[in-house]
């Protein structure tokens, strides 16, 4: 479905990804895991098209996509959760879900693709009126999911949805992206807990200061000693 390839990115003359190849197939949920500065973001920013390429070529179900502005990377099905949820606090719950719909003007699936949302989050549909900055970190990450989830993607990256969140709240995080899989949902996700991430992924992808370092299905890469080491905390 998404192939990644040879992909080269930079700021301004320093390579913060220097020439990955990744794949991922329809219905899986790929991982990329890596160390602080590896280029995971990057990686999901220059698939959005909020980057450009020095090099490479990104393919999204048979068609060339790097080159596209953003917008029309959203309506070829492509949406972000980015990292630290950029939500508009001020605004409610209910806007902030409107604004992910922005590239569609269905109104009736609109409404009725917020009432899914609020179903796969009740709080959130409890306390829709209310503005976002209200809400605490693990509801505005359902906040940020539901967000991305309403442009109606057919590929949904999030970055590091797990971040600050408590263990229990990383669970249901964790358990939403395994539903929203079960219901078709391709997803790449990218992790700082390695654990919970590879615990549900088809398989990952360990990045290395811009470069994949090694690749193999998630329950594998759980039990690679190299992962253990530098991941999971293991001696
Ligand atoms: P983290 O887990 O810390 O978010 P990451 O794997 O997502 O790390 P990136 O954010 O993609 O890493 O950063 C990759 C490299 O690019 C790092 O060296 C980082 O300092 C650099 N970088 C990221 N954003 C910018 C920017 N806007 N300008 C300059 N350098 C940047």
Redesign the pocket.
């Known amino acids: 479905m998404l192939e990644v390839k040879d992909m080269v990115v930079a700021?301004?003359r320093?390579n913060?990804?220097k020439g990955i190849t990744f794949a991922v197939d329809q219905g899986q949920v790929v991982t990329l895991l890596?160390?602080?500065?590896?280029?995971?973001?990057?990686?999901l920013?220059s698939i959005s098209g909020l980057l450009k390429l020095v090099s490479g070529e990104i393919w999204f179900e048979g068609e060339r996509l790097d080159g596209l502005p953003a917008h029309k990377i959203v309506e070829r099905g492509i949406a972000q959760s980015p990292?630290g949820r950029r939500l508009f606090r001020q605004m409610s719950v209910d806007d902030n879900l409107k604004l992910g719909a922005f590239s569609r003007k269905d109104t009736s699936a609109i409404r009725s693709d917020m009432d899914r949302v609020y179903d796969l989050f009740p709080v959130l549909g409890e306390r829709r009126h209310q503005p976002a900055g209200l809400f605490s970190g693990g509801e505005q990450q359902m906040l940020a999911i539901g967000r991305a989830m309403m442009s109606q993607p057919k590929l949904l990256m999030l970055?590091?949805p797990s971040m600050g969140l408590s263990p229990i709240m990383t669970q249901t995080i964790m358990r939403t992206i395994q539903q929203l899989q079960s219901e078709g949902v391709t997803i790449l996700l990218?992790e700082?807990n390695a654990q919970a991430a590879l615990s549900l992924a088809d398989k990952g992808y360990v990045?290395e200061v811009?470069k994949i370092m090694f690749s193999d299905t998630g329950r594998n890469l759980l039990g690679d000693d190299r992962v253990k080491r530098t991941y999971l905390g293991a001696d």
Do not use: M
């Open positions: 700021y301004g320093v913060a990804v890596g160390t602080n500065g590896a280029g995971k973001s990057t990686t920013r990292e970055d590091e990218v700082q990045l811009g």
